[in-house]
């Protein structure tokens, strides 16, 4: 068995089975061996989103069959690892039972420690599968269900900054997408709109930007494209919509990313101002670019995963795992599905807020 401890991560929290090996190196940084992500996108689109009963049947057909190419992938056998880790929650409870219940069986059988990893907790660790990151850092969480500000303060300690009120901004970016009949899922593709289009041409809201601190809302964003799609003709005119949403997007995440940093270092004393931002939307090229700019002006050194381990991945479970294991910290066979799983436990549920900010 190699020294260097190898994990294997396993996520089926909502729409992508995906199963991962990592392995510890002398770096910090540890080698991903396999990393397959296998989407549903093509049973849901159908539908305009996730139908849980679909996914977790797919989650269920496939994930012997993608475990065994990861393993495969990774020349490994089942013998050299050291621990599975595997999504608790937060997520749909249908698609999370079959990970972790497929995880424990898969650690049980080998008789090595079993590890019930946060799903957001990945995502704030997946920078660290390419780059050296000390803690505390700043996180900018921007995912499908999530868009946080955290304090991120060592493993399973978060400090929530700020949180929206209303919708995730992934949400958001898909439901502009839906309105401007871009199909499911509609966040990439709506980037790609945006890049055809003026972004001067309309002029969009920006909830809350000079209240509530680093809170973020986009639920108002959203109705007005509603009203504006109502009276769009011509296929440019889509494009200049998708352009200003953008635009009107960038603009927001500067703005409230300037007061999460004063917030980050009024709590904390720090050598190096790291600030990560992960997520789905994390891939988005405006964002990160608008983001770069915002965080040198502010002596913030910004970084983001790599484009391909913005969306749900297993390598970042792994991650997870990987720390989780340095530091024992394993759980028991009973170890729950946890659907709402939020990284600060002691943060005030904020959805709906918006007349008390
Ligand atoms: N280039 C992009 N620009 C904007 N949005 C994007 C881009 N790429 C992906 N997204 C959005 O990211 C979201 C998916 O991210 P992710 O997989 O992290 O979310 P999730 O796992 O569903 O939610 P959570 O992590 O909060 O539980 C979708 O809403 C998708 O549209
Ligand atoms: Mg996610």
Known sequence: MSKNPIILGIETSCDETAVSIIQDHESGIPKILSNIVSSQVDIHKEFGGVVPELAARSHVEKINLIAKKTLDESNMRLENISAVAATAGPGLMICLSVGLNFGKALASSLNVPFIGVNHLEGHALSPKLHTNINYPYLLL?????HSQFLSVNGLGKYKRLGTTIDDALGEAFDKTAKLLGIEFPGGPKL??????????????????????????????????????????KTEQEKYDLAASFQKTIEEILSIKSKIAFDEFLKINSVKKKSFVVAGGVAANNGIRKKLIQTSNNNNFEVIFPNPKLCGDNAAMIAMVGMEMFKLKKFNNLDFPVTPRLPLDKNAAFLKGAGIKL
């Open 141 to 145: 969480l921007i995912s499908g269900g």
């Open 191 to 232: 980037e790609k709109f945006a890049e055809r289009g003026d972004s001067n041409k309309f002029d969009l809201p920006k909830p809350i930007i000079s209240k509530g601190g680093c809170n973020l809302s986009f639920a108002g964003l959203k109705t007005a494209i509603l009203r504006i799609t109502k009276n769009i």
